[in-house]
């Protein structure tokens, strides 16, 4: 299933497509969810990925927009489109991550690169009342270029 929009529904995998916006509100993913390069989400307000969510190049990425996410395996979001759409954003924010966090080779805009810190600008403004992530294994953030990159309490 491709997400072009909001989806609030059911399904196994979900691919948001190049040059996409794409907002999981509610849904339910039982498998995968692949971010496709210059894609933009928006994942969170209660919404369920069954195993992973892994974006390659993405213009932006926002875990726990206005809500909680929660992983049931990994998320990694690795690489930077060198053309995008969209101004580029990646924010880690009140998301329960089962085993793996990996946030590698990224370039951000704006604001720039934020995994929680609940008085944390970025997510503070996706989702005000925001809890602290949860990263089950490991949580690495490594060779990431953005104006402020703040990794806050990861439990």
Not at 68 to 75: A, E, F, I, P, T
């Amino acid at each position: 299933m491709t997400c072009t929009g909001i989806f609030t529904g059911t399904a196994k995998d979900l691919v948001v497509p190049s040059s996409q916006v794409c907002t999981l509100s509610g849904a339910t993913i039982t498998h995968d969810v692949t971010v496709q390069p210059d894609a933009s989400l928006g994942a969170g307000a209660g919404t369920t990925i069954g195993h992973d969510l892994i974006a390659t190049k993405p213009a932006e990425l926002v875990a726990g927009y206005f809500g909680s996410l929660r992983v049931g395996h990994d998320l990694k979001i690795s690489g930077t489109d060198a053309t995008p759409s969209f101004p580029r954003v990646y924010a880690v924010c009140n998301t329960t991550i089962v085993h793996d966090l990996r946030i590698t080779g990224t370039t951000a805009d704006l604001i720039g690169l934020s995994v929680v810190d609940v008085a944390d600008v970025l997510c503070s403004f996706y989702d005000p009342g925001a809890e602290p992530d949860s990263v089950g294994h490991d949580a690495v953030v490594t060779g990431n270029s953005a104006p402020n990159i703040d990794v806050g309490k990861v439990s």
